[in-house]
């Protein structure tokens, strides 16, 4: 008996298991084929959630450059409104950690096993 990882939701379990514990994925009969398929749907959630992360980041960033240059007095002033304050550093570190999970997850040892048919 060995602890193995779900290749649906990546959680911890036994190799004797028939069912994820977790998310109640069968695993007893799965072929290799289905293994990595899933193991490319779970890596694809990631990358999806990671780029929408930097989406949200951007969304942020140009949330605050309007926020400022739109408050009274009109343009680039200092010191910015609260708002623009706040959305600008935070989409900064949003977008720097998004990309940099992006970049983590396309390295070649975290890519799923390409599809074989």
Known sequence: M??????NCGQ???SLAKTCPHCDTPVGK???RDRNRLARNRWQRHA???ANTTYLALGLLVFGAIWWWGAPPQGW???PPIAALIA???GVVLYSVGRGW?????LP???PPPEQD
């Open 2 to 7: 060995a602890i193995v990882r779900c290749p």
């Open 12 to 14: 911890r379990m036994s």
């Open 30 to 32: 799965l072929s290799a």
């Open 48 to 50: 999806d959630r990671a």
């Open 77 to 79: 002033f200092f010191p």
């Open 88 to 90: 600008l550093p935070v």
């Open 102 to 106: 992006l970049i983590w997850l396309r």
């Open 109 to 111: 040892r975290n890519r």
